[in-house]
Structures are given as C-alpha cells and as structure tokens.
C-alpha cells in the first residue's frame, strides 16, 4: 500500500474515533482535522512523515505559531487537537510514544493585537475617498500592507526600484538590512498602478524620486502618517477595536494560517526566522511561495476572477 494511500485511512479512522467513541459534533470534528491538516503541511515541507514526528518538531511548529502572530487562545486550540491524533496513534498501535507528552502549551494570558475580519478590512478601505491623490495612494497603502504582510518601515522605505510587479514580487529590505522577496497580489498591483497614474502630480524632493509612497510634503510617507491614516479610517466606520499598522501585520498572517496556508510560507513572507537557525527559507521555490500565498489570500479569493479581467 502507497504511503499516501496508508496515512488517507489512518486519518478517516481517526475521524471515526473522534466521532463515534469521543462523540464530538460534527463542526468540532472538522475543526480538529482543519488544524491537523496544518501540521501536515508543514512536515510536508520539511519532509517530516506524522509517524515519526519528534517533541522537537512539534516544538518547532508551535514556536512557528508563535512567529506570526497566533494568539495563544488558537496556538492551545492547534495544539490540542494535535494531542488528541497522537493519542489516537498511540491507542491504535500506529506508533509506541506519544511525542506530545512534554509539549508545551502555550501562555493564554499574553496579549496580542486584535485581529481585523475580512469584512472589516473591506469597509477600511471602502471607507477611502478615491477621488483624491491621497485616497488612492491610502488604498494601494492599505492593500499593500494587507497583501505582504509588511512591517509599517517597510512600507515607507518601499522603492520603485524594489517593485517586480510583472513577476508578482516586491523587494523588501527588514530588519538587520536583511532583504527578502515578497508575493504580492494582483489585487495589490492593481491599486499601485492606479495610484501611479496620480503619483507624478505631486512635487517631489530631490532624492526622493525612487520612494513609492510620497506624503504631502514630497518626501517618503511616515510611519505616523500611516497611523494616522488608519485611525481616522477606523474612526469613519465607528470600529471599536484598537488598530494599527501592525494589525494588517498580524491579520494577514492569521488569515492565511486559517485559510490553510503553510507556516513556513508565512514566516517567509513575514521576514521570520526559525528557532535557532538563519536564513532557512532559501530553499524554498519563489515561485511555489507565491501561489502558496495568493491561492490562501482571502480578499484574492474573492476579487481573484475580477482583476485578472480586468481590461
């Protein structure tokens, strides 16, 4: 029997087991093989089979969660549901240890920034005034943040000479001057390429030229600036919720994660690094990352079809 064929009937007796002798609902069902699928994906990558998985890999994977942002409300959820395959492993002879025995759980009393809804970042940058220079360059600001995951010094310090738009990439210099090529969505390119149609009206300083994202002043927008533009933008739609930059940050990586995207793909697109190495993603397919990304974007499922036709 294939390998791929063995682990497929191991996970629908798993599902059995969950369903008849834990007597879980259905919707709790499908939550605890939606969270094992996201272990699956990163041992997939690391060519790691759930048989022999390690407490120290499965450390890793929660560190990973850590990484990009997941409250610990969700990483113990994940987690949980880890714990309850490898005992299901365990009780049916597929492997002798339980490797989630010593792992730990995470600190549920941590605070970490809220999380915007898709919803909500649509009426965010629904909220823009289009009909201005500054509406449409906030539009592709919001759309860039929320498309690549960008720290604010990024956006700001963004360079034209730094955008492969035809390639689906943008060149982004983190912290440590360490760069990193990012994915960016079609729906994201679209916005850039409408606010350069009014970029060149404005008066820019000398030695600015390069900057994408130009203030008022003609010099390279500020962090304060974007600040500034999101919390009036909140304000203009009465959302409640505390909100920054980093919150597009830290919604992009949550939404991709829920929406099945791999971990380790989000770190890369994040600028992280992995618990105790450097520069570990350079083995991974530029490429492969992009569709990784794009195919997991919520707001590139939904406009995906409209901007790839539009004229």
Do not use: W
């Amino acid at each position: 029997m294939k390998s791929q064929d063995k682990n497929q009937k191991i996970i629908i007796k798993y599902k059995q087991y969950l369903k008849l002798e834990k007597a879980l609902s259905d919707n709790t069902v499908e939550a605890y093989l939606t969270d094992l699928d996201k272990l699956f994906a990163f041992l997939t990558l690391e060519g790691i089979d759930f048989a022999e998985v390690t407490t120290d890999n499965l450390e890793t994977f929660s560190a990973g969660l850590h990484d990009i942002g997941i409250h610990p409300r969700s990483q113990a959820r994940i987690l949980s549901g880890i714990r309850s395959f490898y005992r299901f492993l365990v009780l049916e002879d597929y492997i002798r240890q339980d490797p989630t025995e010593l792992l730990d759980s995470p600190q549920i009393g941590k605070h970490l920034p809220d999380v915007l809804t898709v919803e909500e970042i649509d009426s965010l940058i629904g909220a823009i005034d289009r009909g201005s220079r500054e509406g449409q360059r906030n539009c592709a600001i919001l759309e860039t943040l929320y498309s690549c995951g960008l720290r604010v010094s990024e956006l700001c310090n963004l360079k034209i000479s730094d955008l492969y738009l035809n390639e689906g990439f943008i060149k982004v210099e983190g912290k440590g001057n360490k760069q990193r090529l990012v994915p960016i969505s079609p729906r994201a390119v679209s916005e850039l390429n409408d606010y350069f149609l009014v970029r060149g009206e404005k008066v820019i300083k000398p030695g600015f030229e390069d900057y994408v994202f130009i203030s008022n002043f003609g010099k390279n927008i500020s962090r304060i600036m974007v600040f500034h533009i999101i919390k009036e933008l909140a304000n203009q739609i009465g959302l409640k919720k505390s909100i920054s930059p980093h919150t597009f940050r830290h919604s992009f990586a949550t939404h991709l994660l829920e929406g099945g995207a791999n971990l380790r793909a989000i770190q890369c697109m994040l600028g992280h690094e992995s618990i105790g190495t450097t520069e570990i993603y350079t083995h991974i397919d530029r490429n492969r990352l992009r569709e990784e990304i794009i195919e997991h974007h919520p707001r590139n499922k939904r406009s995906r079809e409209l901007y790839e036709n539009k004229p």
